[in-house]
């Protein structure tokens, strides 16, 4: 096993990332940007050392700071959590140069399944269902609108080597196609560098559907069950549940085996989430994308898994054989999570940074997780995201799931600055949401608007 990591974030998921290695007896190394000299992960690591001032391009993603820190403490291996430079091949590569472990996939095949274009080729070849769509990069409006004529509409523009909801549109029509395409190219270009566009049909109404894998480097590769991930605005994810309860026993072996068959034929290695959408009327579903690191939600899975799913990409790294097999694994229960932002929904969910006054977070009870690395005193500086905490909840049952997660948020309490509490307490108690009675436009379409006129 490695007797030191470096992890190369932040917040929430850097506490969640030492917390995991100090259990298994790891040694770790925090970094922090000027801004976040008084963050607990900070506090929490057994070494921390400053890689630059608050600018994210700066300190976080700045890769040879990184890369020194960790030569300048031993680390044998660098954990880089979600966002920042979790998913960017050339530090990877890096890493590797280095003779450091990057605790995540090679990165050959984070190129493979970056770009939207190679991944829907790949699956493809492994037999795994996608969307129709266009089979390479689209650069021109011309060319995009001729397309989607042949597609048919609506159809979706994605940015081909984005992520996180940015440069992406819907279009339902011709006469939206071009301006469409201009405004996604030129953020995408922003954004990633890279301005080619990629098109698909659009399925919907549809439901988010994603299945965590693990694979080792012994060619064993498991999946750990499927989120539904549809509440979202925005293409951000605001609440996650597993199971879906839009999933019966066949049609969940169905996407669950197409996942591990993706990440198969890939040679994937580390933790991985493939996402697909799915036709609840036909029962169709079709590959979205695959992220290549530890997803923020993946705390559900791990309570009705029962795998920690971030202490096994700690010991895949090292070289060690999965943990469990998919024959030892028993899905039990239902589990949520709620992420709880510094921001007001009543404001186009604008960032609400500032110093925290007073802080208590829910506890009490079985089945009750809240990862967070806020505390009172603490000031949320205004250059990263706004995420307070993640409530997760675990119960035998998807009724005393939600009426747990609808106790926990009635307890937290946040002094100091706005937050989505209430927005995540309306949501949860949702007679459609209780149901189970919504897809990926609920959120904006229906409830969205009916909470704004409040």
């Known amino acids: 096993m490695f007797n030191k990591i470096l992890i190369a974030n932040r917040g929430e998921i850097a506490v969640r990332i030492i917390r995991a290695a100090r259990e298994l007896g790891v ?25 630059g001032p608050a600018r994210a391009t700066e ?27 979790s998913e960017n091949s050339k530090f990877a590569r890096l890493c590797e140069e280095m003779n450091i472990k990057f605790i995540g996939p090679s990165a050959q095949v984070m190129d493979m399944m970056g770009d939207k274009i190679n991944a829907r ?75 080619a566009m990629f098109i698909e049909r659009m399925i919907f109404p549809a439901r988010h559907i994603e299945v965590q894998i693990l694979a080792d480097q012994h060619g064993n590769v498991i999946h750990l069950g499927e989120r539904d991930c549809s509440l979202q605005r925005n293409n951000q994810k605001v609440l996650e549940e597993s199971p879906s309860v839009a999933i019966g026993h066949t049609l969940r072996e169905r996407i669950c085996q197409a996942a591990v068959k993706a990440a198969a034929h890939v040679n994937y290695e580390n933790a991985g989430t493939i996402e697909f959408l799915l036709d609840e009327a036909s ?81 009490g009870g079985v089945g009750l997780r809240v990862d967070s690395a806020m505390y009172a005193g603490y000031t949320i500086p205004p250059y990263y995201d706004s995420m307070i905490a993640k409530v997760i909840v675990h119960g035998e049952n998807r009724f005393e799931a939600l009426m747990k997660m609808q106790r926990a948020l009635m307890e937290f309490d946040v002094e100091g600055l706005t937050t989505n509490i209430d927005f995540q307490l309306e949501l949860i108690s949702d007679d459609n949401v ?20 409040k």
């Open 283 to 363: 029962g169709d579903f079709f590959f979205m994308e695959m992220n290549t690191r530890v997803q923020v939600e993946h705390p559900v899975t791990e309570f009705v898994s029962g795998v920690d799913i971030v202490k096994e990409q700690i010991r895949i790294a090292d070289g060690q054989e999965l943990s469990v097999k998919q024959e030892d694994i028993e899905f039990k229960g239902h589990a949520i999570e709620c992420r709880i932002n510094a921001e007001n929904p009543k404001f186009n969910f604008a960032p609400s940074p500032g110093k925290i006054t007073n802080l208590f977070l829910p506890s």
């Open 121 to 195: 080729a790949e699956m493809v070849k492994a037999g795994v269902p996608v969307t129709p769509g266009s089979e390479g990069e689209v650069y021109t409006s011309e060319e995009a609108l001729t397309l989607a004529n042949k597609i048919g509409y609506p159809v979706m523009l994605k940015a081909s080597a984005g992520g996180g909801g940015k440069g992406i549109r819907k279009v339902s029509n011709a006469e939206e196609l071009v301006p469409a395409f201009e405004a996604a190219t030129a953020e995408a270009k922003a954004a990633f560098g890279n301005g």
């Open 27 to 51: 040694a770790t190394v925090a970094v922090y940007s000027e801004a976040d000299r008084d963050a607990l992960h900070v506090a929490l690591a057994d070494e921390a050392i400053c890689i």
């Open 59 to 85: 300190s976080y993603l700045n890769m040879n700071n990184i890369l020194e820190a960790a030569v300048a403490t031993g680390a044998q291996a660098i954990h880089p959590g979600f966002g920042f430079l």
């Open 434 to 453: 209780i149901a189970g009675d919504y897809d990926t436009s609920f959120l904006a379409n229906t409830f969205l608007p009916e909470y704004l006129e």
